[in-house]
């Protein structure tokens, strides 16, 4: 009779032991996770989890070795994979000790209780993901494991671990609900979930999903039974990582694997992930985060002309985005207040000073703009019939490659402080302003004072609607632009610098806007 599985077992003793423990294939994900005992056939050997195309449930106690397990999965498949070939996303709804494994390259990003936005953005990559390689695999046949075989083009594993998953339910409800279908689809699109519970936390019919079952020590032992089909009265014994496993058949006993003695698992972790990090030049992808402030500074270099100018950090994919204000002649920037919004006119002033084939002039109506703010800025604040004039002038007799803008703020009171002659002047630029090649206009107006404009002969033929940015809350209960592609809930959206564009080409967004800050 074989001895008994010991109490504490190490990846490296493994590897020593067993032929096969280094033998990998790319991108088939199979790290070593212990080592089975099998006396049916007086047999023991070496227990690898396949993660090719398949979701898993860890089940156990708290003291039963859930952390020891993952941090052996994620271990095992990292230093025997690339991070072209996986991906790990980790959410530690317990101890967080998954924390130490962000250094890794494999690994995109750590999560805890406390990151509930950062949570949400990433369970979003996989279900983007999935959305985005349905129409990838629809020459494969439809799955990941096809895609992988055939395809000369490749893409990663990504692996989603929660760990405490009914932690995760009670409070992210929600979110939790929403994964049903995702554990359901992902893993034929290599898009897979590993979860650790305890026993009893979670429907039978959302198990179906977890081809790959484990349990640990459990507190009622019907549970083996229940959950494995494992024969009546097989339990595994007290030590820390032991439990039970599905294996050809039967159901087996197994001790993980531990990645050094426990007294330096920590420490091995680290100098591990130092040297991945210095192998690999590439990483997996981070979680998207929505910057709490978009600063000036942030975005500057971003900025290359007009076509480029970057007005916020969109909601939905965290990422800078553009606003392209050459498309049209005009372009409204409205508000409830505007006066309340002017960090956002600020950091405009700033991007377009910038370029270096802009000639920008600010045009301030109702002393919307406080002059300490700008600096080395044409503005204009009185005496506008000669601002008109020479406006005329400047936009029909252009400087060759040298753009004209003009930022206007208040234009609802404008053509009341013209003389007749300068309302011509006016009514003409507007009404000929596609006919003027290098000129470009910025409206800023309250929304109350910009409804004056909506009157004149020439807004309708000028303006379009559908382009135009509104800053702050109260989208819903204007119509000067026109975002008939976003939700109600979507305009009732009321985060910190809330924004929304809309450009000619059919495009809504909801942002955070950029700001100039105390020190910009």
């Not at 790290?31 to 099998?38: A, L, M, S, T, V």
């Not at 609900?177 to 979930?193: C, H, M, Q, S, W």
């Not at 508000?335 to 405009?348: C, E, P, T, V």
């Not at 601002?387 to 936009?395: G, N, Q």
């Amino acid at each position: 009779w074989l001895d008994k599985l010991p109490e504490e077992i190490l990846l490296s003793t493994l590897k020593e032991k067993y032929e096969d423990a280094s033998a990998t294939v790319p991108y088939v994900i199979t790290p070593i996770i212990g080592e089975y005992d099998r006396p049916s056939i007086q047999a023991q050997g070496l227990l690898k989890l396949d993660l090719l195309s398949k979701n898993t449930l860890i089940q156990g106690t708290n003291t039963s070795g859930l952390d020891e397990i993952l941090k052996t999965i994620i271990f095992s498949t990292c230093i025997e994979h690339t991070p072209e070939e996986v991906n790990f996303y980790l959410i530690d709804m317990g101890a967080e000790s998954l924390r130490i494994f962000n250094k890794f390259p494999q690994v995109g990003d750590v999560c805890t209780i406390e990151d509930g936005d950062k949570i949400l953005n990433m369970l979003m990559i996989g279900e983007n993901e999935i959305t985005r390689r349905k129409d990838i695999f629809a020459d494969y046949s439809g799955d990941y494991k096809t895609y992988i075989e055939s395809s000369n083009e490749k893409l990663p594993l990504l692996i989603f671990i929660i760990n405490y998953y009914d932690v995760f339910q009670e409070n992210f409800a929600k979110i939790a609900d929403a994964l049903n279908t995702i554990f359901r689809d992902g893993p034929k699109y290599g898009v897979e979930y590993i979860l650790t519970t305890n026993a009893g936390t979670m429907r039978y019919k959302i198990q179906e999903y977890f081809e790959n079952k484990i349990c640990l020590q459990l507190a009622d032992k019907e549970q083996y039974r229940n959950i494995l089909d494992a024969p009546r009265g097989l339990t595994p014994s007290t030590s820390l990582g032991r439990g039970l496993i599905p294996f050809s058949e039967e159901v087996l006993e197994f001790q993980t694997a531990f990645i050094s003695e426990k007294n330096n698992v920590n420490a091995t972790i680290k100098k591990v992930g130092e040297l991945l990090s210095a192998r690999f030049t590439t990483r997996a992808p981070n979680v998207p985060v929505l910057p709490k402030i978009v600063s000036l500074k942030m975005v500057l270099e971003s900025v290359k002309s007009l076509s480029t100018l970057v007005i916020g950090y969109d909601i939905d994919t965290k990422d800078e985005l553009i606003f392209d204000f050459s498309k049209t002649k005009i372009t409204p920037i409205l508000a409830a207040n505007l006066r309340s919004q002017m960090n956002f006119i600020y950091a405009l002033i700033e991007e377009i000073k910038s370029l270096g084939n802009v000639k920008l002039q600010i045009i301030d109506v109702e002393n919307y703009v406080e002059f300490d703010k700008l600096n080395l800025v044409e503005l204009y604040n009185r005496d506008f019939d000669g601002v008109f004039s020479r406006m005329y002038t400047d936009v029909t007799h252009p400087i060759e490659n040298i753009y004209n803008v003009y930022i206007i703020t208040g234009i609802g009171k404008l053509k009341g402080k013209l003389n007749r002659d300068t309302v011509a002047l006016y009514n003409s630029i507007f009404t000929y302003v596609d006919r003027l090649p290098n000129a470009f206009f910025i409206f800023a107006d309250d929304y109350e004072s910009y409804k004056m404009l909506q009157i004149e002969s020439w807004y309708s033929k000028s303006i379009d609607s559908k382009n135009g940015i509104w800053l702050g809350t109260g989208v819903g209960t204007q119509i000067a632009i026109s975002f008939n592609k976003l939700s109600n809930d979507q305009k009732r959206i009321n985060i910190a610098d809330v924004a929304f564009s809309t450009s000619i080409d059919g495009q809504n967004h909801v942002l955070r806007k950029v700001i100039t800050t105390e020190d910009e």
